[in-house]
């Protein structure tokens, strides 16, 4: 597991981890600390988006469709469908791509590295 954390209430180091969160045994107060292993995947303004392998995607990363997927108002993209050149945004979905000169908002998990 990991070193103790000291206390930010009372600064003593009498704590321990309790499956989601720090608990100080001297003052009883409880507190969430993001594993260091978490916090360099959030660092800054850096978006981290995993395809449905779990490679990264980069933005300028071609991808390929492993699924049929229905779009409303139109027909549905085949898979196999390659996207060239795309974007990552944030929201509920991460992929910014053309296919077949058309635009659109994918979710990742729809996708694979080409």
């Not at 597991?1 to 704590?15: A, G, I, K």
């Not at 993001?34 to 300028?60: R, W, Y």
Request: proline share 4%.
């Amino acid at each position: 597991m990991s070193t103790p954390l000291p206390c930010p209430q009372c600064t003593l180091e009498n704590t321990y981890h309790d499956t989601e969160q720090w608990v100080c045994a001297d003052c009883g107060y409880e507190w969430q600390d993001a594993d260091p292993a978490l916090d360099s995947e959030t660092d800054g303004d850096e978006l981290i988006v995993k395809d449905s392998n779990g490679n990264l995607l980069a933005a300028g990363d071609d991808v390929i469709l492993i699924r049929d997927l229905k779009v409303k108002g139109s027909s549905t993209l085949k898979k196999g469908a390659k996207a060239k050149g795309i974007r990552l945004v944030r929201g509920d979905h991460e992929v910014d791509c053309k296919i077949d000169g058309i635009s659109y908002l994918l979710k990742a998990m729809y996708l694979k590295k080409a």
